[in-house]
């Protein structure tokens, strides 16, 4: 079929939105009709320079929510009208991994595939997480295929599968929060707004959020941030957050990414048993410098993809929570926007104005 799609061509090259062709499903694939996308940071990186790739040109997209249309020989766990969540990692439900309790990192996510179900003039395309989901229809793989309630809205809903899964997974099912404990989340883009959701959900009894950016202190105390600091207007930062937390935080969650931050997360938790999460993506080639008696001294740093929670069988709870009440994703949406729009969406979360953008198809 014909699809119109959103990809990189280049690195430091504006996104663009063209015409491409889409197969139907083969063995073990499903076809979805995407309702939503969400915009996310690395989709960016294959184009404003900050990701090493060659493979161009490549759809991008993620995140997305849709109601699966055709499934392909074989195909048992996902039927047409099933309403799905698309996940970057596969749950294949039989590897090592996905029969251990402790990783949601199926083997086969590690695996290179060859399968490329875009063109465009008649040269194959590869898609970002074999996904894609900047396009209206997509081919995946039926262990990509997360099924959800269908009480749901999909335009919502599609940010669970990056920023929900990472942020609310990385409290709960990463760090495994305890009721009464205290947390500290710094930056509170989509990641950690929905870490302070997660937070929030496990009962946490204090939520510091930390972010330059003085926009983002609504948003964060109505996900459940009892408190909010900006380091441009806080001196000694680390000092101010000990002293807050007498003496460190049980956890702390780097949603930002970079050696000096990390560092400052592992030194506001606590002696003893102070948890980093280390979530956010480095950037450039930067490498992880701690003082080690931080760590000798029970520090814990740790860190996952997508929260740990497994894409298939667990992640459909978030979507129970939603519609229970508990997960308040609609404060997390700040933008809605078309395909051919998809620019301007990128632009507003380079400028820091945006929470979540996500495609209305
Ligand atoms: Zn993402
Ligand atoms: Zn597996």
């Not at 439900?93 to 399968?115: H, I, M, V």
């Not at 930056?187 to 009894?205: D, H, K, M, W």
């Not at 972010?211 to 964060?220: L, M, R, S, V, Y």
Request: charge should be negative.
């Amino acid at each position: 079929m014909q699809v119109r799609a959103a990809f990189a061509f280049a690195q430091n090259q504006p996104i663009a939105v063209g015409d491409f062709t889409l197969d139907g499903p083969g063995p073990g694939e499903v076809l979805v009709e995407l309702r939503a996308a969400g915009l996310c940071h690395s989709d960016m990186s294959f184009f404003d320079g900050s990701r090493v790739w060659s493979d161009y040109p490549i759809v991008l997209g993620h995140e997305g929510a849709g109601v699966v249309r055709e499934v392909g020989p074989g195909v048992t766990s996902v039927r047409a009208g099933d309403h799905v969540i698309t996940v970057g990692i596969p749950e294949c439900g039989t590897c090592p991994a996905c029969l251990s309790p402790r990783t949601n990192l199926c083997d086969t996510y590690f695996q290179p595939t060859t399968r490329r179900v875009f063109a465009q003039k008649g040269q194959q395309v590869r898609a970002f997480c074999e996904l894609g989901t900047f396009c209206n229809f997509v081919t995946i793989r039926e262990t990509q295929a997360c099924v959800i309630r269908r009480d749901v809205p999909l335009d919502v809903v599609c940010c669970l599968a990056c920023a929900g899964a990472t942020g609310v997974g990385s409290a709960i099912f990463t760090a495994k929060m305890e009721p009464g404990s205290t947390a500290i989340v710094f930056g509170l883009g989509g990641i950690g707004l929905n870490v302070v959701e997660g937070a929030r959900i496990a009962g946490a009894s204090r939520i510091i959020g930390i972010d330059t950016n003085p926009a983002k202190e609504g948003p964060a105390r109505t996900a459940g941030a009892t408190e909010v600091l900006n380091p441009a207007t806080t001196p000694d930062l680390l000092g101010t957050l000990r002293e807050m937390t007498g003496g460190g935080a049980d956890y702390a969650f780097d949603c930002v990414g970079g050696t000096d931050l990390l560092r400052m997360a592992v030194e506001s938790t606590r002696i003893g048993w102070g948890t980093t999460v280390s979530i956010g993506i480095f950037p450039g080639a930067q490498e992880i410098a701690l003082r080690p008696r931080a760590i000798q001294e029970g520090r814990r740093l740790i860190g996952s993809y997508l929260g740990n929670i497994k894409t298939r069988s667990e992640l459909p709870r978030l979507a129970d929570w939603y519609a229970e009440g508990r997960l308040r994703m609609d404060n997390l949406i700040s933008h809605r926007i078309d395909l051919e729009d998809i620019g301007h969406g990128f632009d507003l979360i380079r400028q820091g104005a945006a929470r979540r953008v996500v495609i209305d198809f």
